[in-house]
């Protein structure tokens, strides 16, 4: 690391030298390939050892048997006479101090080291003594525990006797091993007691929880010129726990057969999903973590990492910041640490809620695909006794995440293009296909872009064909109304409050025909009402193209369809005000965001920023529906093929019942009369301030916004007010006489 001093920081939060503005220091590798190549000359050396060579000790008249030469003989038989067979220790550790000058994230204390090591080989040395093996060996000319060993463990005698000795010369080993090598101890000889009872430590699938790095918190200290190199991150290290065993391999789930004779499709249809990359290494975990705190040491933030939390595709590291250090100066670095990180993007969450630390999530060199099966096959997934039950993919953590869309109840998607939006939304789709027959959940899907939704047709969930006609789609949403009408009419001839206490009353009652009811034909029998899934795959076209006859429909469902088991999931590619308007916002509380281009696009979705920094390729953020909690998630994947292989199966299973009223409903704009008890008011107070407002007649009539619009929309079809012409306002088209002339005299605007 280059140190800066306190004049090269500004109060601009620039540095002229940080952690990745110096060149390469390839000191420590030239030291490393030279302690290397020492210890292979030493270690030929003691194993080439002849008592016979010519050496300090010994005078040979022929010719030198060492590979090491003359140079070699001298050295071993020097070690040999003070050291013994402790001799092969020397070698063993350079070669070991070589490695680690090529990895700068294991260093640390050289002392400790130093010190460790000269205690491992005076105690190493005295245990080989104590053995009885230090009996001079004319053969090989030295002491088995050589001269050192000798000494010590003949001083030690006297005082403790040979199994006091023992014990002192244990403990030494173990503080010795402590101090030289970074790993614990108890650690060790766990993972040697697992070894020796035949334990395999790889797991067998890849394990579905994450490793944790757990640091201390920080003490309260003064400040200091420069942050600690060593012992800020890895002497606050207490552990990496390893997953040693995977979970069980979940059984995927039979075929559940319902009363028509349906059959689940079976998970084999996915493909095998490739191994999972291994989270981030332990010492690369540590290094990111010093480079973290540098960084943000060098533009004035005081802390330390005290967590990490290292995912499947990004990696939290938890900042502590030292006292009077102010959040929003964390958040305007995200920049300089992802340049710091050489990472694409860093996302920062001041505060982590619940905690008092600064999350700073970071993307992980090598990403880790998380496939639908996955998910299908989890815990979560099965143990949900909801029909709707969407498998979205993993949390941060690497564990699954699941949601129930009957509570949400409905869904918002939006992204770029290319981020993983229509990914997503067939993840959704076959999640639904695999763990609910068409007696429990139909789907209307409109696909106005004619891409993504072609492939679903003549599933046997359809209520229609895939809608590609935007009138069509208008049609089939009216259509969704007046079932949602009729339902409510339903469960209150019944008694009940929402499709789950309809469907449970009709537990074990003979039911009348083999058919859904679905539609609006009173005459039929009672029978359990399926939820109804209704998809738009790209909503701005709709807007686009008949936002006058789509928008009151989608309103109303969103508001009302809740209890009664019909939802809606939009997705678009454009999230801007034009498409995504506060009517629809504020009627789908549940919306998750792909990456988006902009923090404007990012606040017009989640009210908040943080999806431009998304990292793409089905990374997302999920607004929880009912609160404010952004929940970053990384969504399943399930390829085309596996697509192509569910339909094909679910298509065995029957035709789809298809109902043709879906189609043929009439909007308003196609000339159907529908009538409101407010019209004519309506239309008096329009006729006479000359103004056709919607707010305005919010006011007017204490009305709500959808019936307010419904009622401007009523006018323009029966010729009274003039079509929407952008910010102009609507022109009246009716005068006063031809009011008289309808509706007769009646009260003003002003007596009212």
């Not at 390893?242 to 559940?256: D, Q, R, T, V, W």
């Not at 496939?371 to 993993?394: C, P, W």
């Not at 801007?576 to 404007?600: C, E, L």
């Not at 607004?623 to 990384?634: A, F, V």
Request: contains cysteine; aromatic residues 8%.
């Amino acid at each position: 690391m280059i140190k800066n001093n306190s004049k090269s920081k500004t109060k601009t939060g620039k540095s002229s030298a940080g952690v990745s503005s110096s060149p390469p220091d390839h000191r420590h590798e030239v030291r490393g390939v030279l302690l290397m190549a020492l210890a292979l000359f030493v270690l030929i050396s003691l194993i080439s050892y002849h008592p016979t060579d010519s050496s300090g000790n010994t005078y040979g008249s022929g010719d030198i048997q060492n590979f090491g030469g003359s140079m070699g003989a001298h050295l071993s038989d020097w070690l040999f006479q003070f050291l013994g067979y402790g001799s092969f220790l020397i070698p063993f550790m350079m070669f070991y101090w070589g490695i680690r000058k090529f990895r700068p994230a294991l260093e640390d204390a050289h002392s400790a080291n130093l010190l460790g090591f000269i205690l491992l080989m005076v105690c190493f040395c005295s245990f080989l003594a104590l053995l009885q093996l230090d009996r001079y060996d004319s053969s090989r000319g030295f002491l088995t525990g050589g001269v050192l060993g000798h000494l010590v463990s003949q001083f030690f005698l006297p005082f403790f006797n040979t199994l006091g000795t023992l014990l002192l010369v244990l403990t030494g080993l173990s503080m010795a091993i402590v101090l030289v090598f970074p790993a614990s101890l108890f650690e060790a000889l766990s993972k040697f007691g697992i070894w020796l009872v035949g334990y395999s430590l790889k797991p067998s699938t890849p394990p579905q929880e994450v490793d944790i790095l757990e640091l201390k918190p920080p003490e309260a200290k003064p400040k200091k010129k420069e942050p600690k190199k060593s012992s800020l991150v890895q002497k606050g290290l207490k552990k990496i726990s390893e997953s040693l065993a995977g979970k069980k391999k979940e059984a995927e789930p039979s075929y559940a057969r319902s009363t028509q004779g349906y059959q689940l499709p079976p998970l084999s249809i996915l493909e095998a999903q490739a191994p999972a990359i291994h989270p981030e290494m332990r010492r690369d975990l540590v290094h990111n973590s010093r480079v973290l705190e540098e960084k943000l040491w060098n533009f004035g933030v005081e802390g330390q990492i005290t967590r990490v939390s290292p995912g499947p595709v990004i990696t939290r590291y938890e900042f502590q910041p030292a006292s009077g250090v102010k959040i929003n100066k964390i958040v305007n670095l995200a920049d300089d640490l992802a340049l710091a990180m050489k990472a694409v993007s860093v996302r920062i969450i001041a505060p982590i809620p619940g905690k008092d630390v600064v999350g700073i999530e970071v993307p992980n060199a090598k990403r880790e695909v998380v496939y639908l099966k996955d998910i299908l096959t989890s815990q979560e997934f099965r143990e949900s006794r909801s029909k709707l039950t969407l498998a979205l993919g993993k949390d941060t953590a690497g564990s699954p995440y699941v949601a129930d869309l009957a509570k949400m109840p409905h869904l918002l998607i939006a992204g770029a293009t290319g981020s993983g939006k229509s990914v997503c939304l067939n993840s959704i789709i076959c999640s639904l296909l695999f763990s609910a027959s068409p007696q429990e959940v139909r789907f209307i899907m409109i696909d106005p872009k004619m891409l993504e939704l072609g492939v679903y047709d003549d599933v046997p969930h359809l209520l229609t064909p895939v809608v590609t006609n935007p009138k069509k789609a208008a049609s089939a949403l009216n259509w969704a109304t007046l079932e949602m009408e009729r339902r409510y009419r339903v469960l209150a001839k019944r008694g009940v409050r929402n499709i789950e206490q309809y469907n449970q009353a009709l537990e074990g009652e003979v039911q009348h025909r083999n058919r859904l009811l679905i539609g609006r034909d009173k005459e039929r029998g009672e029978e359990k009402l399926p939820y109804i899934v209704i998809v738009i795959d790209e909503l701005a076209d709709l807007m686009i193209t008949s936002a006058a006859e789509v928008e009151g429909p989608i309103t109303r469902l969103a508001q009302m369809a809740r209890a009664v088991g019909i939802h809606l999931i939009l997705a678009t590619q454009r999230p801007s005000v034009d498409v995504i308007t506060g009517v629809i916002k504020a009627n789908f509380p549940a919306r998750i965001s792909f990456r988006v281009s902009s923090k404007v696009d990012s606040r017009t979705i989640l009210d908040s920023n943080g999806a431009e920094k998304l990292l793409g390729d089905g990374d997302m953020l999920f607004l929880l529906p009912g609160t404010s909690r952004i929940k970053r998630i990384h969504g399943s994947y399930i390829s085309e093929k596996e697509i192509k292989k569910l339909t094909t199966f679910l298509k065995t299973q029957g035709k789809p019942q298809y109902d043709n009223s879906v189609l043929t409903q009439k909007t308003q704009s196609e000339g159907e009369e529908i009538t409101d008890d407010l019209y004519e008011r309506a239309v008096r107070i329009v006729v006479s301030t000359g103004i056709a407002s919607i707010s305005m007649l919010q006011r007017k009539l204490k009305v709500g916004h959808s019936r307010a619009s419904r009622l401007i929309d009523m006018m323009e079809a029966d010729g009274i007010v003039g079509p929407f012409e952008g910010s102009k306002p609507r022109e009246i088209l009716m005068t006063r006489e031809q009011l008289i002339a309808r509706f007769g005299e009646g009260k003003s605007v002003e007596e009212e």
